[in-house]
């Protein structure tokens, strides 16, 4: 079951409960991952050192899936902790997801998204390591009223394409 409420942040930042302000929409969120074109995706390399790079992807039930080059620091990063974070380019208009990337070697899966991917941007994901991100927390709000409009999703890690 998909839990949704506030994050957990110190009481100076203003965060009003649940029952008060708005909580942002998932179908709202779900629309913000499919409409961007950039996406920051942060790995640590395995002495923890933190990586951050924009990349282009798809969202795609329920999961966000990129591509890198399999020499690429992120790749490396990922062979070795599968842990992510995937920010939209806003700070004003926010959504962050918390999870771990897993290779996605599925052929009629890696179709998909090669056409998915290609329709959006005019070049192929095929071809180079693709990885998937399910998230398991999500973040989002508007910095316009961010005390009222912080929310967090929390997923269980057995849900599969159940976040759209």
């Not at 074109?37 to 002495?47: G, H, I």
């Not at 992120?74 to 004003?92: M, Q, T």
């Not at 998937?132 to 599969?160: G, I, L, N, Y």
């Amino acid at each position: 079951m998909v839990r949704t409420g506030r994050p957990g942040l110190p009481e100076a930042y203003g965060v009003k409960p649940a029952t008060e302000g708005r909580l942002v929409g998932w179908v709202d969120v779900v629309s913000k991952l499919t409409a961007s074109r950039n996406y920051w995706v942060a790995t640590a390399s395995p002495k923890g050192f933190p990586h951050v790079m924009p990349v282009w992807g798809v969202w795609h039930q329920g999961a966000f899936y990129f591509g890198t080059d399999r020499k690429s620091r992120k790749a490396a990063n990922l062979a070795a902790n599968n842990a992510v974070v995937v920010h939209l380019e806003s700070g004003d208009d926010v959504v962050i997801l918390e999870g771990s990337a897993e290779a996605v070697e599925h052929e009629p899966l890696v179709d998909e998204l090669d056409a998915s991917y290609h329709a959006k941007y005019g070049y192929r994901l095929k071809g180079n390591p693709i990885y998937r991100v399910e998230p398991r927390k999500a973040f989002a709000w508007a910095e316009a009223d961010f005390p009222e409009s912080a929310t967090r999703w929390q997923f269980p890690k057995t849900v599969r394409g159940a976040a759209d």
